[in-house]
């Protein structure tokens, strides 16, 4: 069945950087566009980003566009979510995800990153 | 701000039936994108109750159902019970924001 890891959360000051990663398997994944969502403490689910499957086309929420950057190795059958200048508001649990029409969505557990000063 | 709408909450007492409501627009659920519903406990992952509009995953009462009419979806839960206390979110995909997007969630109580 399909699976998703992530790692690589922790806890930085603001204005430090920080990559997480989202190890997959049980699915073709060279063929899968990726996703990126997060849930700060007590607040709903935000979309962060996302890539094609080729990894050539990202997109990014306005709240993280030129400070996050999400890339992929599919000979790695890796999600990427590398994220600078970190801010408060940046705290949240990171989710990666697979979402394709007409498929059962899948998502890991979380990863969770604290900025804090 | 989300991008969808969902009522803040919704309660009923056991064995009444309610539905969720999930308000789009032309770029997501209007153009015929997926929605899905998760429930999610406090602390755990969002778990996929209804995905595709209508498919309920294995493992899932059949009490739960969805649905698509236009820029909206529902979600409707039959004869409640109290272990479906919880928050449920929405999601599609928007052709604008070429991105996930997501309600603010319902809390279910069960009075």
């Known amino acids: 069945q399909v699976q998703l890891v992530e790692s690589g959360g922790g806890v930085v000051q603001p204005g430090m950087s920080l990559r997480l990663n989202c190890v997959a398997s049980?699915?073709?994944?060279?063929?899968?566009?990726l996703y990126w969502v997060r849930q700060a403490p007590g607040k709903g689910l935000e979309w962060v980003a996302a890539?094609?499957?080729?990894?050539?086309?990202?997109h990014y929420a306005d709240s993280v566009k030129g400070r996050f950057t999400i890339a992929r190795d599919n000979a790695k059958n890796t999600l990427y979510l590398q994220m600078s200048d970190l801010r408060n508001e940046d705290t949240a649990i990171y989710f990666c995800?697979?979402?394709?029409?007409?498929?059962?969505?899948?998502w890991g557990q979380g990863t969770p990153v604290a900025v804090t000063s | 701000q989300s991008v969808l709408t969902q009522p803040p909450s919704v309660s009923g007492a056991p064995g009444q039936r309610i539905t969720i409501s999930c308000t789009g627009s032309?770029?997501?659920?209007?153009?015929?994108?997926?929605v899905h519903w998760y429930r999610q406990l406090p602390g755990t992952a969002p778990k996929v109750f209804i995905y595709?509009?209508?498919k309920r995953p294995s493992g899932v009462p059949d009490r739960f159902s969805g649905s698509r009419s236009g820029t909206a979806a529902s979600l409707a839960i039959t004869d409640l019970q109290a272990e479906d206390a919880a928050d449920y979110y929405c999601?599609?995909?928007?052709?604008?924001?070429?991105?996930?997007?997501f309600g603010p969630g319902t809390k279910v109580t069960v009075l």
């Open positions: 890539i094609s499957d080729d990894g050539k086309i990202p």
């Open positions: 032309t770029s997501n659920i209007g153009a015929g994108y997926d």
């Open positions: 995800a697979r979402v394709n029409y007409g498929d059962y969505p899948s």
């Open positions: 049980g699915f073709i994944f060279r063929k899968d566009a």
């Open positions: 999601q599609s995909y928007d052709s604008s924001l070429r991105g996930l997007v």
């Open positions: 595709a509009i209508t």
